[in-house]
């Protein structure tokens, strides 16, 4: 059953010693999916710098996430986060696309259909280039 919820979102980039932090506050929903996920949806803001598009993640406990954004200025960007592996990922800007390296350090999830955290932490990297280090922390209420 889809639940209507409070997501609070920080996100922390860093390269190298310089950092930016970003903070969104909204609505969303949340609802179990059937292969055992929990599936968290809300809209991005200009905040994040994504107005207009949507995001979807489906939660697999400690072990992964699922990532996909969508909106009217932006193809489809697809990510999966994995706990000590690397995956490469679709990233679409109204720019153009490329193929994005993820390597996922931590998950550390307490998601339940009634909402719960989410702390990601995992590097990025373009053409095997280092690019940032990440650290994402969702509440949902």
Do not use: W
Not at 59 to 82: L, N, P, Q, W
Not at 116 to 123: F, H, M, P, V
Not at 124 to 135: A, G
């Amino acid at each position: 059953m889809v639940k209507d919820v409070l997501i609070t979102l920080k996100s922390i980039q860093r390269v190298d010693k310089d950092g930016s932090e970003t903070e969104l506050i909204t609505s969303g929903t949340i609802e179990p999916t059937e292969d055992g996920g929990i599936c968290i949806c809300y809209e991005e803001s200009a905040v994040t710098g994504f107005e207009g598009a949507q995001t979807v993640l489906v939660c697999y406990g400690d072990r992964m996430v699922s990532m996909k954004r969508t909106g009217a200025e932006m193809h489809s960007s697809d990510f999966v986060i994995e706990k000590n592996k690397k995956h490469h990922c679709h990233y679409s800007t109204p720019h153009g696309s490329f193929v994005m390296g993820i390597y996922t350090h931590k998950i550390e999830s307490t998601l339940t259909d009634s909402g719960g955290d989410l702390y990601l932490k995992y590097t990025i990297d373009i053409n095997s280039s280092y690019v940032s280090d990440n650290e994402v922390f969702l509440n949902v209420k």
